[in-house]
T-cell receptor
């Protein structure tokens, strides 16, 4: 089955700086790569996703890049703010038409004021 | 606005008890999922269902079963609870997509402690 590795497990960034979280996946058939954010005590929520026919997608201060050849994708957060502090999960979906996701182990991002 | 609810936020059970965790979604989603979340291990899929009475094993189904008698409700059952099943349990739902992937909407979670 699919295996998703996520790094780093913890990340501290000065407010205003950028943060990058990286994920690799094992199954070359994977075709959908979402990112979820989970604030303390809250439920995970989708913040951005990318599909296999796109190399990069941006939404305001967050962006995701995908390299299918290398089987890795990354989340980039620019101009970080205190409300960006959370746990971030990457995921990959391998079955076409089947929404089963394999999640990474998460990155705890802390923004230092 | 999608709403996914879970029957309990906190639950304490004893070893050997049969435990039922209930999840209800109100957006007519075909897919429903049960995950457990443990520190350092992320979200691991226990079971999922893409239709009423249909179920498929996820990555860690041992010790669990599920039931989906109605489209809006997906139940997770611990037949005989054990201490290693102490965890946060998250339910999620999504539409059955025709293209690659659809957003999963999560419930608030049930923190289960097995003594």
């Amino acid at each position: 089955g699919e295996n998703v590795e996520q790094h780093p497990s913890t990340l501290s960034v000065q407010e205003g700086d950028s943060a990058v979280i990286k994920c690799t996946y094992s199954d070359s058939a994977s075709n959908y790569f979402p990112w979820y954010k989970q604030e303390l005590g809250k439920r995970p929520q989708l913040i951005i996703d990318i599909r296999s026919n796109v190399g990069e997608k941006k939404d305001q201060r967050i962006a995701v890049t995908l390299n299918k050849t290398a089987k890795h994708f990354s989340l980039h957060i620019t101009e970080t703010q205190p409300e960006d502090s959370a746990v971030y999960f990457c995921a990959a979906n391998v079955d076409f038409g089947n929404e089963k996701l394999t999640f990474g182990t998460g990155t705890r991002l802390t923004i230092i004021p | 606005d999608v709403k996914v609810t879970q029957s309990s936020r906190y639950l304490v059970k004893r070893t050997g008890e049969k435990v039922f965790l209930e999840c209800v979604q109100d957006m007519d989603h075909e897919n429903m999922f049960w995950y457990r979340q443990d520190p350092g291990l992320g979200l691991r899929l226990i079971y999922f269902s893409y239709d009423v009475k249909m179920k498929e094993k996820g990555d860690i189904p041992e010790g669990y079963s599920v039931s989906r008698e109605k489209k809006e409700r997906f139940s997770l059952i611990l037949e005989s609870a054990s201490t290693n099943q102490t965890s946060m349990y998250l339910c999620a739902s999504s539409l059955l997509g025709t293209s690659e992937g659809n957003e999963q909407f999560f419930g608030p979670g049930t923190r289960l402690t097995v003594l």
